[in-house]
């Protein structure tokens, strides 16, 4: 893998900019690439706390799907996907996107029920899905433990073949580059502490390098989200946890599709460099610490050895946090706030990193437009209070 | 002892790491490098060995220099990557640990075990961890004299006071003093969970390299290691050495390695004068290249303009402190100009490093800083402590050299041996812009590899100052990450595994239902007879039998599974009425009625039906999925928004074993097995004798048939189940269940709801009450998008063909295409129809509606109908009369307690040292409230009482809810520390708690110092007998 010889400038902030987002993760980037390229917008920064990507962009599982439920939901994880499978090109940048499919595996009649009404949902909005018997799992995957004497036996699984995953760090740095070529200042080791806010409106933020005037403020920060919005005054419906995930030493390939349960909290592909990628369930807690429990990183091994009894010698090499935003419905929100000229795009909980492209474009889009994207249109904050939410925490396990 | 090593057979000794043996055996070449494919040799003697991985046996990828050497033996090379073997059986079997001290000491070298021994020696509890099979630390090296005696008589005379694990690897620091530890156990691996009031980190330090050329090649060695080989192993790592010496330690290892009878050429010192040594010291001077043979193999070493011909370069690049597990307790690392190293700083827990580990690099300092830290954390200093003499040098501030620059056409110098990283490749990440150490960790992989950077990191570090002209402090480092060195997958998993991986909940019944060959169903962590064949029926046959028998005669189901809460208090009405939608104040007593349970968000969150026996008595049911959840949710509500209501909660769920007897003839067998709840009216309890013992008898149906549900305590259940199919019922699962309901119309929750489904959208508004004040989800009822009209709405579905089953998860369209107006939730064959049938739910459609189910290929015409297909007038609800009253029935009501079945494997695992039965029998009772002033307290304001005693009025019977079993004998403790997380230790134990045991709440009581029972709630009963079974074989 040959890397760009130059990724960006390590500008000092300059005192105004038309647009400032807070926040200098995927999203963060992704929105400050699109406001430029598709909508013109170039004197805008990027503040980022600590090193540019190093929240949850850094610490996901790097999985990529758009087999959604709801309507809305597809809509925008679709629209991300298509932007996925030109987006190597598109920033001259090889993502390592890798389509190598991904199985959500069913271990009980309610999955199963509820992947098939997931899998006629996608195929009747557009997006690619399959359902497959137990015995295709096996064919799909050979190295998964079918028996039924498991456990939890495996029923059958959806499958997306558009599905796959992407090298995180490599998305994050060729987002940056190309904001950085339009003239985007990304400005590390800034942290926002305050917002400045006259008759309603925004008109600057405070930050551990001075104040910064900005005509729009974007908050784009996961699992900070919540502590910054307070400063502006506005409490939003999400909760914080940690969400932990780990790699195994580098194995020769022995996994080449992208493996989710989640009935039982496992995710897991095999990275390019050959690592196993796990993620687990979220920390049950709410926190803003990016550490977890081992108790977690415990029960998930037991899941995944009863999936793959083959990796009961492979180890795990390293294990981390990230904290995921979780709002009530488990979607997205994303516009506008109470106070003017400052704009929301977080909640995405587990699931951010593959609607990065998305998420920017349509978050751009809105910043640009001063109203939401059509596709951004139901992620709307006031759907807590009209009741129009989009539920993805699926149904639960059938209760009879 | 034998081994091989890539097919060739080789020997090696005692106490041999494979990597020592293989030195032994003069191998140079262990692999290749995982980019490069560069020829790689022994770079280290420890857990941060980066180059010599190997596979051994089925193990995918192992350090050579953490493998103890065995008979028979089989290792091969890798190219830096493991490989798994996809058809090794793993025949391990791990465990787990718990264990509680005072005061832990990781790591059994100098300071280590002096803070062990000023610790133990003051009365703490006290835990020694350490990652080698013999204490000593770095004295395993050295030929260090203590009081003019090897050092390792000195450690050999020390009466530790303190439980001592060997081989056990502090791998994980986590919060609240929680460290995760490995021991190798011949059996299998153990994760010790250790929780400590202090931690002594005497972690020691690892010895670093420089990023010199040529670097890489097999004979470059750390000079700590190949000291390590020569003294404790007897092994020389080469023939003629030279040593760089950026530290003082390089003398040590020329001098060790001279004394091995190697052949030490030179010390090159880059500080501007050397020690006085028996060799030539190069001073002011670094190694500037190496020379190779044509396999790759080191043949010289290059300083400046000489050339040494030497098959073995020793590197002291300087010491890194382990603060691993430091760092990943919270502490924050301080660059130490002085020590050319990053050593803790801040602590952020109760923790103190010691030793090496914070840069005391001296025996006697850090003998001398084990004592203090020892007597720190176990608050109390104790006399007669004393440092042993030794005759080590002061040593001299290391030189804080990182890299040698390359000459043109000069070999790679290398920072990370295991991703290949060069310091070319941190030149090229700092010129993108980078200026973060976790973004060139990130651009170049450095540290990501198979020893996380403890041969790499400073190193990179390093490099990246001079690159970016930094200090080393204002780069930082990475951030450590647990584990501190790998642990395998099944190591974390423990004894969860299989079977075992997640408890199954059974029934009273459910051998019974074995017997009968029944098809189970998951449901939760349950096990629910789907359907019973016969005679090689298919399910479709079988649920038409099964429906058959329901609709026409009488059939029985095993309904114990659904949640039962006994609930009590003076506000037990005012407290349903603010959790259901509908009026419980006002039932009646003796009466049931069925309710719906919102979430805040107003959708429907349970169902089930609530019975009031008593005025501040009630009993509610809940689905089987929800019933721990809905439990913990009366518990928040009550806790959190309405502690002044006056009710309490006992769950009663295994306390009662359930029959469901429905079909027009159930009243037949209900007057032969309860026949003063014969007349029992529909929606109506009884507490009447059942088979002679006091059972209670509920007339309610799911199914439109006359139907009982006919509860006696856990022991009797399989009684009444045999007694009731002895009478004529016909055995039905889960299957016949939802299609009897589905034929009737009933939802079940989590098949028509998914979470996004009011009662309202249900077509149960009827449910929900308009007259109260207030209840769990009703403001949410009122919001714009919960009252619109046009939701989705639970229809009925009839294909046009009245064969075809639409698929459950259908999709529902005008004509084929989206936009989707919703989606069938349930489906079935119906034998009392003659045809097939769904229920759906949809929006903006009516009866008579046509449209298209579309599921996979398949696309169905249907027709929306009302969603009762059957009876529709709850004609059929009071069944046939009586024929004639039949003979009560005569057979024994045997009693069957939970874990009988167990009686002789347990009796068979059991040894003199651990022995396992089940308790004979004893009644039991919750109490709320007053204190009984006997019994076990479970926690405020309640008790629970066992034993012959009279109970009083308003205790819960729970007898049934619980099996006793019991371990006795002088391992019981060690038993019960695999699986019980709390501190059992005589004096913090209070004799009895709620607590967990495996994956299962239990109460434990200790009855005597080596007796404990365990109560555990019948469901578990079978899967912690299985658990406890292995357990008693791990001894």
Sequence with gaps: MTHPDFLWRNPDPKPAYDVVIVGGGGHGLATAYYLAKNHGLTNVAVLERGWLAGGNMARNTTIIRSNYLWDESAAIYEHSLKLWEGLSDELDYDLQFSQRGVLNLAHNLGDVREGRRRVNANRLNGVDAEWLDADEVKKFCPIINVSDRARYPVMGATLQRRGGIAKHDHVAWALARQADAYGVDLIQGCEVTGFEITGGRVTAVETSRGRIAAGKVALAAAGHTSVLAERAGIRLPLQSHPLQALVSELLEPVLDCVVMSNAVHVYVSQAHKGELVMGAGIDAYNSYGQRGGVHVIEAQMAAALELFPIFSRARVLRTWAGIVDVSPDASPIIGPTPVDGLYINAGWGTGGFKATPGSGWVYAHTLAHERPHPLAEPFALDRFTTGALIDEHGAAAVAH | MRFTFDGRPMTGEPGDTLAAALLRNGVRVVGRSVDLGRPRGIFAAGPEEPNALVRVGADPILAATTVELHDGLEARSLRGKGRVDLDAVDERRCDKGYLHCDVLVVGGGPAGLAATLAAGRSGARVILVDDQPRLGGDLLNSRLLLDGAPALDWVAGLDLPARVLTRTTAAGYYDHNYVLAVERRARGERLWHIRARRVVLATGAHERSVAFPGNDRPGVMLAASARAYANRYGVRAGRRAVVFACADSGYEAAEDLTAAGVDVLAVVDPRPSGLPADVEVLAGQVVTGTTADAEGVLTGVRAGARHFDADLLAVAGGWNPAVHLFSQSGGRTRFDEELAAF???????????????????????????????????????????????????????????????????????????????????????????????????????????????????????????????????????????????????????????????????????????????????????????????????????????????????????????????????????????????????????????????????????????????????????????????????????????????????????????????????????????????????????????????????????????????????????????????????????TETMHVLRAEKGFAIVGQETDGTVTPQDLGMGWIVSARKPDFVGKRSHARPDTARQDRKRLVGLLADDPAALVEEGAQLTAAGVAPMLGHVTSSYHSAALGRTFSLAMARNVSPGDRLTAVSGNVAHPVTVVEPVFYDPDNTRRDGDPLVESPAPYAGECRSESPAAAFAARFEAASTPRAHLREVPFEPMWEVRGTDPGAGLRLGPDWWLVTGDVPPRPGWVDVSGQRTVLELAGPAAHDVLITGCPIDLDPSVFPGHAQTLLAKTSVILERVSPETYRIYVRSSFARYLAEWLIDALEAL
């Design chain 2, 343 to 733: 050593v803790p700083g801040t602590s952020a827990q109760a923790e103190r490093p010691a030793g090496a580990c914070r840069g005391l690099y001296g025996t006697r300092e850090a003998i001398a800083d084990g004592y203090a830290a020892g007597a720190e954390a176990a608050g109390r200093t104790v006399p007669g402590l004393r440092v042993p003499e030794c005759g080590e040098r002061p040593l001299r501030r290391p030189a804080a050299l990182w890299l040698v620059e390359r000459t043109p056409g000069s070999e790679p110098a290398f920072a990370d041996l295991h991703r290949d990283v060069t310091v070319a490749d941190l030149a090229r990440a700092t010129g993108t812009g980078m200026r973060s150490v976790e973004h060139v960790k990130r651009y170049t992989t450095a540290g990501t590899g198979a020893d996380q950077g403890k041969t790499s990191g400073a190193v990179v570090v390093g490099v990246m100052s001079a690159l970016l002209g930094a200090a080393p402090g204002q780069v930082g480092t990475t951030t450590f990450r647990p584990p501190y060195t790998p642990v395998s997958f099944a190591t974390l998993a423990g004894r969860d595994r299989g079977a075992l991986s997640d408890p199954v909940r059974t029934t009273a019944l459910h051998d019974a239902h074995v017997a009968r060959g029944a098809v189970f169903e998951d449901v939760g962590q349950w096990k629910r007879p789907w359907y019973f064949p016969r005679d090689g029926e298919d399910m479709e046959a079988a649920v038409r039998r099964e429906c058959h028998a329901a609709r026409t005669a009488v059939a029985a189901m095993d309904a114990s599974t659904l949640g039962k809460i006994d609930i009590r208090g003076a506000d037990a009405g005012e407290f349903l009425d603010r959790v259901y939608t509908n009026m419980y104040s006002t039932l009646a007593v003796g009466a049931c009625r069925y309710g719906v349970m919102c979430g805040a968000d107003g959708m429907v969150f349970d169902d089930g039906t609530t019975t009031r026996l008593a005025d501040d008595h009630y009993l509610t049911t809940t689905t089987t999925g929800n019933a721990a959840a809905v439990f913990d949710w009366l518990e928040e509500w009550r806790q959190t928004e309405w502690p002044d209501l006056d009710v309490s909660f006992t769950s009663v769920t295994d306390h009662w074993a359930t029959v469901a007897v429905a079909g027009p003839r159930a009243r037949q067998v209900i007057a032969a097995v309860a026949p003063e709840a014969v007349e029992l009216a529909f929606m109506r309890y009884a507490s009447v004798p059942v088979l002679g013992v006091p059972g209670r008898v509920f007339r309610i149906s799911f199914s439109g048939e006359l139907a009982y549900e006919v509860n006696v305590p856990w022991r009797y259940g399989r009684a009444l189940w045999e007694a009731v199919l002895e009478l004529g019922a016909v055995p039905y699962g």
